[in-house]
């Protein structure tokens, strides 16, 4: 064999090798890679638009319509014994250059920091653990406790209690402790200011096969107040706008009743009068029971009003000066004598109510 010849049969054998070995390294499974938090919270420090937000990475409130009935008596979370997620649980992971290790041992564990809150914008989309996250559930994120696990938060500015469950990772703020689901938010008061400060304690539910769940730290604790009283993001009880008596003209009735503008601003006198709109008709075809900034006040009516057996009870939310104006109507209806039927039911109740064209 010349040299020639060598020299090919050696080039031929090096490619040979080199095809072997890059078969071998396609044909190694690929290491799986842990699974660490994508959600980051942007939560708000200040009540975001119950409109829509002014910008795409802001969170915002639930409307009216899409608050469930009841929302203020949800129920804390039951501490029960659950293994740990299979996603949500590395040993460690890193989010904006910060480490965060996920804890083993809990007992024990207290923390104090701020709150925060997060709503519509994650609603339906999926937690850490992977888990859709329900704004209407009483849940959390926390950075470092185990998936799932359950907490007492307690408010440190007005004393509420509530337990939650921790499915979620966040918030990778570093003057935050945990993100409150929206109803746990609104129950222990913080969806007017957007945070607080709280204590949160954890609470270790019994083991696998225990015929009840843990409820030896939710006894020792102080029962939470009644949600339904003093509530910063619940006042008491609605407040509807002052009906005008009938007039014998279809024009608009103007409302300029001071006490109708705290009324409709839940508490606040600093609502201009212009930013309520006349919707009075004395020949139109709906109810207007009630108008409100907070959509929680709507729902509230809407469901006492349901609670009557008075059917056709629709939610209509407004722009209004740069907010969202929740109005609860009644209708439509055939007839002014239907209508005005139902009128005088409500008013046999305290229930003031107008005729609106829509």
């Not at 469901?303 to 629709?314: P, R």
Request: hydrophobic share 40%; aromatic share 6%; proline share 12%.
């Amino acid at each position: 064999m010349n040299h020639a010849n060598t020299v090919c049969a050696r080039n031929l054998l090096l490619s040979l090798a080199m095809a072997v070995a890059l078969t071998a390294c396609e044909e190694l499974p690929a290491r799986p890679k842990a699974r660490t938090p994508t959600r980051v919270v942007r939560s708000p420090t200040s009540p975001p638009s119950a409109i829509s937000p002014s910008r795409p990475d802001q969170d915002g409130l639930p409307s009216a319509a899409e608050i469930p009935p009841d929302i203020a008596a949800m129920p804390d979370a039951v501490p029960r014994y659950e293994p740990r997620s299979t996603f949500g649980n590395p040993d460690s992971y890193e989010v904006y250059g910060e480490r965060y290790i996920v804890l083993n041992d809990f007992a024990n564990f207290k923390e104090r920091g701020i709150a925060s809150w997060y709503g519509k914008k994650f609603h339906g989309k999926n937690t850490s653990s992977g888990e859709p996250y329900d704004m209407f559930l009483m849940t959390a994120a926390h950075k470092t406790l185990p998936i799932p696990c359950y907490v007492r938060v307690t408010n440190l500015s007005n004393q509420r209690s509530a337990i939650v469950r921790v499915n979620d990772r966040g918030p990778f703020h570093s003057d935050r402790i945990i993100d409150l689901s929206y109803v746990a938010a609104l129950k222990l008061g913080v969806i007017g200011e957007g945070s607080a400060p709280v204590e949160i304690e954890a609470l270790t539910p019994p083991g696998p096969g225990s015929p009840s769940p843990m409820l030896t730290a939710q006894a020792a604790a102080p029962a939470p107040a009644p949600v339904t009283q003093s509530m910063t993001a619940l006042p008491p009880k609605p407040a509807t706008i002052t009906m005008p008596p009938p007039a014998p003209t279809t024009a608009a009735v103007p409302i300029t009743n001071p006490a109708t503008v705290a009324a409709i601003a839940s508490g606040s006198t600093s609502v201009p009068a212009a930013m309520i709109p006349n919707y009075f008709s004395a020949d139109a075809h709906w109810l207007q029971a009630g108008a409100f900034l907070d959509a929680v006040n709507a729902t509230t009516l809407r469901d006492q009003l349901n609670g009557m057996g008075i059917g056709n009870v629709q939610l209509k939310v407004q722009p209004r000066g740069g907010v969202a104006l929740h109005r609860v109507l009644i209708g439509p209806f055939v007839d002014a004598q239907s209508r005005d039927a139902v009128r005088s039911r409500l008013a046999s109740v305290q229930l003031p109510s107008m005729p609106v064209s829509d």
